[in-house]
Protein backbone atom coordinates (compact mmCIF):
# COMPACT_ATOMS: atom_id res chain seq x y z
CA UNK A 1 0.00 0.00 0.00
CA UNK A 2 1.27 3.57 -0.73
CA UNK A 3 1.82 6.68 1.04
CA UNK A 4 -1.63 8.11 2.39
CA UNK A 5 -1.30 11.80 0.30
CA UNK A 6 -2.65 14.95 2.62
CA UNK A 7 -4.24 17.43 0.69
CA UNK A 8 -3.46 21.20 1.43
CA UNK A 9 -6.25 22.70 3.24
CA UNK A 10 -7.57 26.61 3.53
CA UNK A 11 -9.29 27.44 6.42
CA UNK A 12 -11.45 30.18 6.61
CA UNK A 13 -12.48 32.46 9.43
CA UNK A 14 -16.10 31.87 10.26
CA UNK A 15 -16.27 28.75 8.52
CA UNK A 16 -16.59 25.62 9.23
CA UNK A 17 -16.17 23.72 6.16
CA UNK A 18 -12.24 24.14 4.76
CA UNK A 19 -11.58 24.50 1.40
CA UNK A 20 -9.35 21.54 0.49
CA UNK A 21 -7.10 22.40 -3.07
CA UNK A 22 -7.11 19.34 -5.37
CA UNK A 23 -3.13 19.56 -6.69
CA UNK A 24 -0.96 19.57 -3.68
CA UNK A 25 1.38 22.74 -4.71
CA UNK A 26 4.52 21.76 -6.42
CA UNK A 27 6.26 24.74 -4.29
CA UNK A 28 5.48 27.75 -1.82
CA UNK A 29 7.59 30.81 -1.23
CA UNK A 30 7.85 32.76 1.87
CA UNK A 31 9.44 36.54 2.22
CA UNK A 32 10.03 38.79 5.23
CA UNK A 33 11.55 41.70 5.48
CA UNK A 34 12.01 44.96 8.17
CA UNK A 35 12.38 48.75 7.72
CA UNK A 36 15.85 49.51 8.45
CA UNK A 37 17.50 53.18 8.37
CA UNK A 38 21.24 54.08 9.23
CA UNK A 39 22.33 57.29 10.87
CA UNK A 40 25.61 59.09 11.00
CA UNK A 41 26.92 60.27 14.41
CA UNK A 42 29.36 62.50 15.19
CA UNK A 43 32.32 61.13 16.96
CA UNK A 44 31.66 57.22 15.73
CA UNK A 45 33.76 56.02 12.26
CA UNK A 46 30.46 54.96 10.32
CA UNK A 47 26.72 55.29 10.68
CA UNK A 48 24.54 52.91 13.23
CA UNK A 49 21.93 50.91 11.92
CA UNK A 50 18.68 51.70 13.72
CA UNK A 51 15.06 49.11 13.18
CA UNK A 52 11.88 51.15 12.43
CA UNK A 53 9.44 48.28 12.35
CA UNK A 54 8.69 45.08 10.74
CA UNK A 55 6.76 44.46 7.75
CA UNK A 56 4.25 41.37 7.21
CA UNK A 57 5.55 38.05 5.94
CA UNK A 58 4.42 37.02 2.34
CA UNK A 59 3.25 34.06 1.06
CA UNK A 60 2.66 33.14 -2.68
CA UNK A 61 1.43 29.53 -3.91
CA UNK A 62 -0.28 28.69 -7.12
CA UNK A 63 -3.28 25.97 -6.63
CA UNK A 64 -3.98 24.04 -9.51
CA UNK A 65 -7.44 22.77 -10.24
CA UNK A 66 -8.69 20.35 -13.19
CA UNK A 67 -12.42 19.15 -13.93
CA UNK A 68 -11.88 17.82 -17.86
CA UNK A 69 -12.61 14.22 -18.32
CA UNK A 70 -11.36 12.48 -21.36
CA UNK A 71 -13.18 10.92 -23.80
CA UNK A 72 -13.66 7.06 -23.00
CA UNK A 73 -14.93 4.42 -25.01
CA UNK A 74 -18.43 4.60 -23.63
CA UNK A 75 -18.49 8.04 -23.47
CA UNK A 76 -16.68 9.45 -26.70
CA UNK A 77 -17.01 13.01 -26.11
CA UNK A 78 -14.73 15.34 -24.09
CA UNK A 79 -16.60 16.72 -21.06
CA UNK A 80 -16.04 18.28 -17.91
CA UNK A 81 -17.41 20.95 -15.48
CA UNK A 82 -16.85 24.27 -14.92
CA UNK A 83 -14.17 24.99 -13.23
CA UNK A 84 -14.91 28.44 -11.84
CA UNK A 85 -16.59 26.81 -9.25
CA UNK A 86 -13.81 25.97 -7.72
CA UNK A 87 -11.85 28.93 -8.23
CA UNK A 88 -14.31 31.65 -7.35
CA UNK A 89 -14.18 30.06 -3.56
CA UNK A 90 -10.68 31.19 -4.14
CA UNK A 91 -11.09 34.94 -5.20
CA UNK A 92 -13.95 35.36 -2.70
CA UNK A 93 -11.74 35.11 0.08
CA UNK A 94 -10.71 38.87 -0.83
CA UNK A 95 -14.03 40.21 -0.14
CA UNK A 96 -15.62 41.53 2.88
CA UNK A 97 -17.49 39.32 5.38
CA UNK A 98 -20.70 40.59 6.16
CA UNK A 99 -20.50 38.92 9.63
CA UNK A 100 -16.93 40.02 10.51
CA UNK A 101 -17.11 43.65 8.54
CA UNK A 102 -13.64 43.10 6.79
CA UNK A 103 -12.19 40.01 4.97
CA UNK A 104 -11.78 36.67 6.59
CA UNK A 105 -8.65 35.31 8.16
CA UNK A 106 -7.16 32.86 5.99
CA UNK A 107 -4.82 29.89 7.34
CA UNK A 108 -3.12 27.81 4.35
CA UNK A 109 -1.97 24.37 5.97
CA UNK A 110 0.11 21.55 4.78
CA UNK A 111 2.99 19.43 6.17
CA UNK A 112 5.02 21.43 8.27
CA UNK A 113 3.47 25.00 7.25
CA UNK A 114 0.61 26.73 8.66
CA UNK A 115 0.33 30.28 8.03
CA UNK A 116 -2.60 32.63 8.98
CA UNK A 117 -3.08 36.03 7.34
CA UNK A 118 -5.37 37.68 4.68
CA UNK A 119 -5.58 36.75 0.39
CA UNK A 120 -4.55 40.30 -0.56
CA UNK A 121 -4.31 39.29 -4.59
CA UNK A 122 -5.63 36.39 -7.04
CA UNK A 123 -4.34 35.66 -10.25
CA UNK A 124 -6.57 33.13 -11.93
CA UNK A 125 -5.42 31.69 -15.74
CA UNK A 126 -7.43 29.32 -17.17
CA UNK A 127 -5.61 26.96 -19.48
CA UNK A 128 -7.97 24.56 -21.20
CA UNK A 129 -11.78 24.67 -22.07
CA UNK A 130 -14.60 22.34 -23.83
CA UNK A 131 -15.22 23.08 -27.58
CA UNK A 132 -18.08 25.24 -26.19
CA UNK A 133 -16.07 27.37 -24.36
CA UNK A 134 -16.50 25.95 -21.13
CA UNK A 135 -13.07 26.40 -19.06
CA UNK A 136 -11.97 23.12 -17.32
CA UNK A 137 -8.61 23.60 -15.92
CA UNK A 138 -7.13 26.56 -14.25
CA UNK A 139 -4.19 27.84 -11.90
CA UNK A 140 -4.54 30.10 -9.50
CA UNK A 141 -1.56 32.56 -8.10
CA UNK A 142 -2.40 33.36 -4.56
CA UNK A 143 -1.16 35.79 -2.30
CA UNK A 144 -1.33 35.80 1.33
CA UNK A 145 -0.07 38.48 4.22
CA UNK A 146 0.21 37.86 7.62
CA UNK A 147 -1.83 39.73 9.79
CA UNK A 148 0.08 41.77 13.05
CA UNK A 149 -2.28 41.26 16.13
CA UNK A 150 -0.65 43.71 18.75
CA UNK A 151 -2.52 41.80 21.84
CA UNK A 152 -1.05 38.42 20.78
CA UNK A 153 2.00 38.82 18.81
CA UNK A 154 3.71 41.83 20.89
CA UNK A 155 7.32 41.89 20.08
CA UNK A 156 10.19 43.37 22.10
CA UNK A 157 11.26 46.56 20.87
CA UNK A 158 14.67 47.32 19.93
CA UNK A 159 14.91 50.16 21.94
CA UNK A 160 13.35 48.80 25.19
CA UNK A 161 16.21 48.54 28.20
CA UNK A 162 16.66 46.28 31.17
CA UNK A 163 13.95 47.85 33.79
CA UNK A 164 17.07 48.83 35.78
CA UNK A 165 19.40 52.00 35.61
CA UNK A 166 22.99 51.42 34.60
CA UNK A 167 26.01 53.28 34.75
CA UNK A 168 28.37 54.89 31.84
CA UNK A 169 31.77 56.46 32.60
CA UNK A 170 32.27 58.63 29.67
CA UNK A 171 35.41 57.57 27.80
CA UNK A 172 37.63 60.08 24.87
CA UNK A 173 35.44 60.68 22.06
CA UNK A 174 31.98 60.02 23.56
CA UNK A 175 29.21 62.41 23.18
CA UNK A 176 25.76 61.88 24.53
CA UNK A 177 24.56 60.99 20.91
CA UNK A 178 27.23 58.19 20.53
CA UNK A 179 25.96 56.84 23.94
CA UNK A 180 22.26 57.23 23.00
CA UNK A 181 23.30 55.02 20.00
CA UNK A 182 24.91 52.44 21.88
CA UNK A 183 22.47 52.52 24.79
CA UNK A 184 19.14 52.26 22.95
CA UNK A 185 20.06 51.95 19.52
CA UNK A 186 18.77 55.59 18.59
CA UNK A 187 20.46 58.58 19.11
CA UNK A 188 18.38 60.77 19.44
CA UNK A 189 17.48 59.48 22.81
CA UNK A 190 20.23 61.35 24.15
CA UNK A 191 18.01 64.05 25.47
CA UNK A 192 16.88 61.35 27.97
CA UNK A 193 20.62 60.99 28.95
CA UNK A 194 20.82 64.90 29.54
CA UNK A 195 17.73 65.05 31.80
CA UNK A 196 18.33 61.94 33.65
CA UNK A 197 21.97 63.73 34.31
CA UNK A 198 21.14 67.45 34.53
CA UNK A 199 23.47 68.61 31.80
CA UNK A 200 22.48 71.45 30.25
CA UNK A 201 25.22 71.70 27.47
CA UNK A 202 25.27 68.40 25.49
CA UNK A 203 28.63 69.30 24.19
CA UNK A 204 30.57 69.43 27.20
CA UNK A 205 31.32 65.94 28.49
CA UNK A 206 34.85 65.01 29.85
CA UNK A 207 36.71 61.65 30.45
CA UNK A 208 36.17 60.00 33.24
CA UNK A 209 32.41 61.62 33.92
CA UNK A 210 29.75 59.11 35.35
CA UNK A 211 26.38 59.24 33.86
CA UNK A 212 23.34 57.54 34.69
CA UNK A 213 21.28 55.91 31.79
CA UNK A 214 17.67 55.03 32.64
CA UNK A 215 15.51 52.48 30.85
CA UNK A 216 13.45 53.52 28.59
Do not use: C
Request: charged residues 25%.
Amino acid sequence: MGETVTKAKLKVEGSTKDIEVEFNPTEYNLSSSIQYSEKNIPGLDGPIGQYIAGNSTTLNVTLLFNTYKPPTPSKPAESGSDVTVYTKKIAALTLIDGELHRVPKVTFAWGSINFTGIITDVKESYTMFLADGKPVRAKVDVTFKSVYNISTDKRISPLESPDRTKVKTVMQGDSLWSIAAQEYEDPEQWRIIARENGILDPLKLYPGQTLKLPPL
